[in-house]
């Protein structure tokens, strides 16, 4: 019986390995062509609709019907408005964060974050400009329930503790990892459509996130995890509240969204 299944085990293999094989060789000849597409659609919004009209239509009946853009350039597009959205809604979050933090040193990284943010956006709006679209966002939804979340890690932690610096590095790390996630994607997904200058200003704000990862993780482990770990119980401690008006993070994250 054991024999049996190995046998049976060996054959999927080398159907894997031929697969394998025949990728690699596909992929040898792929850069090829990827060069050639950023030949002809080189940064200008004109060349970009250039294409458009050379792309057949392929896409279903719903589609073709409100755009001529292929799908991957709408599922970018939508991209880019769903981090605008989160963008701005985190410049109105982040003075909140800084205002319930404990330490010096995390206010100011929430504070200087706010000013990168800020620059952020303007990236993002430079991204459109180079799609020859208008800057809008859409709801992100997931920017939504991370900041709901932030909400409730610091309504459940006292205020003036380290433990609540704690929540607030876990749920700015959980933010963080939201956008380098984000902005990996959209900067790959703008190398392969040819669109070398918003991979550029994607990839900068990328770098940024993945910086801002970095500090808070620094932070954590030079001192406030520590100290945090020497703190009692809400009762023992006697200082502050749980809770706080300064800490209701969705009042007023909304921001304008496309109609
Ligand atoms: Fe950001």
């Known amino acids: 019986m054991a024999k049996a299944t190995n046998k049976k085990a060996a054959v999927p293999k080398k159907a894997a390995a031929q697969k394998v094989a025949a990728k690699k060789v596909a992929a040898k000849s792929a850069p090829k062509k990827a060069a050639a597409k950023k030949v002809a659609v080189k940064s200008a919004p004109q060349k970009v609709a250039a294409k458009k009209a050379a792309v057949p239509k392929v ?3 719903k589609v073709a019907a409100v755009s001529d853009e ?17 963008e701005k809604s985190l410049t109105k979050v982040l003075p909140k964060l800084s205002k319930a933090a404990t330490s010096p040193e995390l206010q100011q990284a929430f504070t200087e974050h706010l000013r990168v943010t800020e620059g952020q956006v303007g990236r993002l709006e430079q991204v459109f400009e180079l799609l020859g679209k208008k800057a809008v966002g859409v709801k992100c939804e997931a920017m939504v329930g991370l900041t709901k979340e932030a909400e409730t890690m610091i309504q459940e932690t006292k205020k003036g503790s380290k433990t609540r610096d704690v929540a607030l590095i876990m749920a700015a790390q959980k933010v963080e990892h939201y956008e380098i996630a984000s902005y990996g994607s959209m ?9 070398a200058e918003a991979k550029e200003l994607l990839g900068q704000t990328l770098q940024e996130e993945k910086d801002t990862d970095s500090l808070l993780t620094q932070i954590a482990e030079s001192s406030i995890n520590q100290q945090a770990e020497q703190e009692g119980s809400e009762e023992e401690e006697g200082q502050g509240e749980t809770g706080g008006d300064e800490e209701q993070l969705t009042k007023d994250a909304d921001v304008e969204e496309e109609e």
């Open 59 to 61: 896409a279903p009946k």
């Open 70 to 86: 292929t799908m991957l350039q709408e599922l970018f597009l939508d991209s880019i408005k769903d981090i605008y959205w989160a």
């Open 187 to 195: 900067a790959t997904l703008a190398a392969q459509m040819g669109l």
